[in-house]
């Protein structure tokens, strides 16, 4: 189950043009002329989204770089440090995945504000889920803590979470998370057998 959780994830990046050329690799040639930040942005770091992707892309306030992805990166950033060690490591993955999701955008000079936005918004489920392939335990699933839970809530603002665009994620996000969960009941993993606190919260909204 736990394998057919991480197909999910895979089909939903692979689904959308833009992450999907990311997982099927972003030749370093295709982004010559850029910073090596911009080429592999830089874990911990929130610049990208300024000195890179709003470079290219001038959406300015209204866009996504501009307008959420830093903002929120730069507020997440500043919650971490409250945040026990488990969530603090899916920060600092979650922040990257997200940006690494963008890179790709970084080949076209002509990429519209719009498509950079909704190319950015189907990027979290996945990032939140399964920001890094490798260690699968790092995901939003399988944070338990009720002290990160509320820094990661209230971290959201409340006009942005209720969006009509949010509430779609969150219900990809649960999805993905049931997989998870039910294959630790069945299978008896170290992880805790008992729905997630975050998405026992989220769940109504979908």
């Not at 992450?19 to 030749?27: E, N, Q, W």
């Not at 971290?155 to 969960?181: E, G, H, M, N």
Request: glycine share 4%.
């Amino acid at each position: 189950m736990r394998d057919l959780a991480s197909l999910l994830v895979l089909l939903l990046a692979l689904s959308h043009p833009i992450t999907g050329a990311l997982l099927l690799d972003v030749s370093p040639s295709e982004l010559e002329g850029y910073p090596e930040g911009c080429r592999t942005p830089l874990a911990g770091s929130c610049s990208w989204y300024h000195d890179c992707l709003e470079q290219v892309h001038p959406c300015g306030e209204e866009g996504y770089a501009e307008g959420y992805g830093l903002v929120y990166c730069r507020r997440f950033k500043e919650r971490a440090e409250a945040l026990d060690e488990k969530g603090r490591t899916w920060v600092n993955a979650t922040m990257l995945c997200l940006q690494n999701a963008l890179v790709p955008f970084l080949r076209s000079q002509h990429a519209p504000c719009d498509d950079i936005l909704d190319a950015a918004f189907d990027s979290h489920p996945i990032c939140y889920t399964q920001p890094d392939p490798s260690r699968p335990d790092v995901s939003i699933c399988y944070l338990f803590s009720p002290w990160d839970i509320w820094n990661i809530l209230t971290t959201v603002k409340v006009a942005d979470l209720f969006r009509p665009r949010s509430i779609k994620q969150i219900a990809q996000v649960v999805k993905i998370c049931t997989a998870y969960y039910t294959h630790d009941i069945v299978g008896s993993s170290p992880q805790s057998p008992l729905l997630s606190p975050l998405s026992s919260l989220l769940s109504p909204l979908v």
